[in-house]
């Protein structure tokens, strides 16, 4: 039990390290680096992994009659099974299978034990959070506690995985470029998933994508593309994009470039209350409408902290939202694309850090709980955007205001009756999107000049080969 409480309190700190609370480690606050943290991952056991008969598997001895007789339930489901694990997570472990009709999957099998004891780790991470309460009184963090008792029992059923893959897969079945596993019902449990098995490399893995000629722009794009979609448009959120859980591949018919989607136990379902603010929010923040950024912000919960609000959702100064975030992108100087640079953004972020503790708790306690994976959402995408070194590009700002202004529209449509003024809302719709094309457009042309006059300014300073 000891063993046990000292893993929580590990975990609890790390918790509270992603809500902002690097001041031990790193002796600043990184907003860049600041997100809700990874709920419903409290469950820090380390036990063997098994789907009920590997569990017993493992704990007889290697070669004896049992194991023999164990080894053979494998066998009546599975033509061969890979004991070394692929990858292993807090709660479960997946291994490559192969089935008697020759179809390859993935198993992914629950820790023991983890049903059982996810109460217990719960009601001690809530001890541990109170007592962080009594030694810094000015944190608020119970809501650590009330996510982790939400979240956990729906990532724990397998089942629910399952239908969530499916769910996202014919939510975005437009997207061609996406993969989602196939999930195989007949096999699987409430413990036990079996699935599609689909190989790739990391998404944040640029010598893999160099080696199969994959190109990292369009994987930001389209990974832009299908988040806001399913934030803006659906409402519908996969909260776990780190990049064990999205490959990149191509399509071993086709040769297209495929994002493949893992691990669906952990979504956001959005309230159309909160999906249409967080729209007007993104809008106004794309177009400079401080106004209504101010507006929005508050109707998310923000009250008067609106500003760090605005500053913790973008990854932006203060400055660069005033200047505004759509038309002063992060440039390749602001990047950490080498440890020794110094992300002017990040400094403007880290002066004085210690300052902003009091207020990220107080924002936290005060935001709607959907905002708390949505902050985790974003922060792990802009990990794998910085990997890339395609970070919030101008492009991303108007895909996602296409989504919004998509997402806007069909509200609207469905709250009028009139004919009339559902043609008028679809022609301002065409509208706004004609004007985001042209944009697009003007920016594009403007990089192919300026390509163009390097080009030339370099042949003019280059003497001519002889």
């Given at each position: 039990?000891?063993?046990?409480?000292?893993?929580?309190?590990?975990?609890?700190?790390?918790?509270?390290?992603?809500?902002?609370?690097?001041?031990?480690?790193?002796?600043?606050?990184?907003?860049?680096?600041?997100?809700?943290?990874?709920?419903?991952?409290?469950?820090?056991?380390?036990?063997?992994?098994?789907?009920?008969?590997?569990?017993?598997?493992?704990?007889?001895?290697?070669?004896?009659?049992?194991?023999?007789?164990?080894?053979?339930?494998?066998?009546?489901?599975?033509?061969?099974?890979?004991?070394?694990?692929?990858?292993?997570?807090?709660?479960?472990?997946?291994?490559?299978?192969?089935?008697?009709?020759?179809?390859?999957?993935?198993?992914?099998?629950?820790?023991?034990?983890?049903?059982?004891?996810?109460?217990?780790?719960?009601?001690?991470?809530?001890?541990?959070?109170?007592?962080?309460?009594?030694?810094?009184?000015?944190?608020?963090?119970?809501?650590?506690?009330?996510?982790?008792?939400?979240?956990?029992?729906?990532?724990?059923?397998?089942?629910?995985?399952?239908?969530?893959?499916?769910?996202?897969?014919?939510?975005?079945?437009?997207?061609?470029?996406?993969?989602?596993?196939?999930?195989?019902?007949?096999?699987?449990?409430?413990?036990?998933?079996?699935?599609?098995?689909?190989?790739?490399?990391?998404?944040?893995?640029?010598?893999?994508?160099?080696?199969?000629?994959?190109?990292?722009?369009?994987?930001?794009?389209?990974?832009?593309?299908?988040?806001?979609?399913?934030?803006?448009?659906?409402?519908?959120?996969?909260?776990?994009?780190?990049?064990?859980n999205v490959l990149v591949r191509k399509c071993p018919g086709t040769g297209k470039v495929e994002i493949v989607l893992l691990d669906h136990g952990l979504y956001q379902v959005l309230t159309e209350e909160f999906r249409l603010d967080y729209c007007h929010l993104w809008q106004s923040l794309i177009w400079t409408d401080m106004k209504s950024v101010k507006k929005y912000s508050q109707r998310l919960g923000a009250g008067d902290l609106y500003p760090l609000f605005t500053c913790m959702l973008t990854a932006r100064s203060w400055d660069s939202v005033n200047r505004g975030i759509g038309q002063t992108p992060v440039t390749a100087t602001e990047r950490k694309t080498d440890s020794k640079q110094v992300n002017k953004q990040d400094s403007e972020i880290r002066n004085n850090a210690a300052n902003y503790l009091p207020q990220i708790s107080r924002l936290l306690s005060l935001v709607p709980r959907q905002m708390l994976l949505i902050f985790k959402t974003n922060d792990l995408l802009r990990g794998i955007e910085a990997a890339l070194g395609t970070r919030a590009s101008a492009t991303s700002f108007l895909n996602m205001s296409r989504c919004c202004i998509k997402a806007l529209a069909a509200h609207k449509k469905k709250n009028t009756h009139s004919f009339f003024r559902r043609a008028q809302i679809s022609l301002s719709e065409a509208f706004n999107l004609w004007q985001i094309n042209l944009h697009e457009l003007v920016l594009r042309v403007k990089g192919l000049r300026l390509a163009s006059w390097v080009l030339a300014l370099l042949c003019w300073l280059l003497p001519a080969p002889h």
């Open positions: 039990m000891a063993r046990r409480a000292l893993k929580l309190a590990s975990w609890t700190s790390m918790a509270l390290a992603a809500s902002g609370f690097y001041l031990y480690r790193n002796k600043y606050l990184d907003l860049n680096d600041f997100g809700a943290v990874r709920v419903g991952r409290a469950v820090a056991t380390t036990a063997v992994i098994s789907y009920d008969y590997l569990t017993s598997l493992r704990s007889v001895p290697y070669g004896s009659e049992e194991y023999l007789q164990l080894r053979s339930k494998i066998h009546d489901l599975f033509m061969s099974f890979d004991d070394a694990p692929l990858g292993a997570a807090s709660l479960a472990q997946v291994h490559k299978a192969v089935l008697h009709d020759g179809r390859t999957v993935a198993v992914k099998v629950q820790h023991p034990k983890v049903q059982a004891q996810s109460s217990k780790d719960i009601l001690l991470m809530e001890a541990l959070v109170l007592a962080v309460k009594q030694l810094f009184p000015e944190f608020e963090f119970m809501w650590l506690v009330d996510e982790a008792k939400k979240n956990l029992p729906l990532e724990l059923d397998f089942l629910n995985e399952g239908r969530n893959a499916e769910k996202v897969a014919q939510m975005l079945k437009h997207f061609d470029f996406l993969k989602v596993p196939q999930i195989y019902w007949e096999l699987s449990t409430k413990r036990v998933l079996l699935m599609e098995f689909v190989d790739g490399g990391q998404v944040n893995d640029r010598d893999y994508m160099e080696r199969n000629k994959i190109d990292v722009n369009e994987i930001s794009r389209h990974l832009g593309k299908m988040y806001s979609e399913m934030i803006f448009v659906n409402g519908f959120v996969h909260c776990d994009p780190h990049p064990g």
